[in-house]
């Protein structure tokens, strides 16, 4: 099975994500590329206004039997640059699962769902939010700021190890 995964990442997380799932499924790997420089003040612009976000045309070719979106959760919601690229591409793909690594704010999976539903035409197969306020271990939640900061690094991937199988094991991997 040839995978794609398409990723956003504004510092870094869910690119090294990417990385992992690259190795783990030896897949193609498209990063979504903004237009302008993505700064804090204008995710509150996105996220306060529903305002979309202006990516680079996708330029990825070939044909693939599954895509893996990823990309931050900003409150409680896919983040922007997402939103663009499942809108842009929604005719081109059959089926697509979302992971991603994010704070990990209670209830916000259902609005995370429902806004994927609209972006893409359809709902995920799949979704998974691994959790940095769950799954970090305490001492290292503690730089978290309540998980909105937190920059994971290659050897935290251990954490969300299991989360990542259980994810895969719904796409059939
Ligand atoms: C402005 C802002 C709002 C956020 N809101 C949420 C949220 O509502 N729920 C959540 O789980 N994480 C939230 N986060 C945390 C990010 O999803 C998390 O840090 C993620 O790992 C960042 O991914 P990236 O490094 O790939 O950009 C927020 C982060 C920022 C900067």
Sequence with gaps: MKTLIVYYSFTGNNALLAGYLKERLHADVYGIAEVKQRT??????????GRNARIKTPSFGGEYDRLVVLGPIWNAGIASPVRTFLKMERGRFEQYAFISVCGGRAGQEAKVTGQLTAAGGKAPVALSLLSLNDRLPADRKLATRKGTSYKIEPGDMEYFKEDIEMFLGKLGV
Excluded at 40 to 49: E, K, N, P, Q, W
């Design 40 to 49: 804090g003040v204008t995710i509150l612009l996105d996220v306060l206004f």
